[in-house]
């Protein structure tokens, strides 16, 4: 009999994996502040506009990690009422869940918006 993944456990599961990812992260974004803060390279527009968009991005996968536990917190540590934590997960309108498609929706597109804008100023360099 296979057993079913309901949405309790999912979401232990999706803040572990969150963790994981957000490790990577520090470590990914340590590294990237190190080359756009103290290399001694030329400090032009692309350059400050990528130091703004790395901590931009940073700041929101912060806020989703943190909204990731408040969730989980929230659910399993702090409601009482009816349905228990599974009850209140499934509430897919909260505010917590609100916030986090907004995250979503906020990095997606400026990390979409970086890749076009970078593919259009290095489209007609000498490199190519």
Known sequence: MARSFS????QIVAL????????????TTGHCLNV???????????HRLALVVTIY???VASND???????V???????????GAEGELSHVSSWINVVKLVNYL????????ILVCTHSAFKHSPCQ
């Open 7 to 10: 949405i309790g456990p999912a």
């Open 16 to 27: 572990f994996m969150t963790c994981i990812f957000y490790g990577i992260l520090l470590v």
């Open 36 to 46: 756009l803060l103290l290399k001694k390279t030329g400090k032009t527009g692309a």
């Open 57 to 59: 991005m940073f700041a």
């Open 65 to 71: 990690t943190a909204l990731c536990l408040v969730h």
């Open 73 to 83: 917190l929230d659910a399993f540590a702090y409601y009482t009422g009816p349905g």
């Open 106 to 113: 906020l990095q997606t597109t400026v990390g979409d918006l």
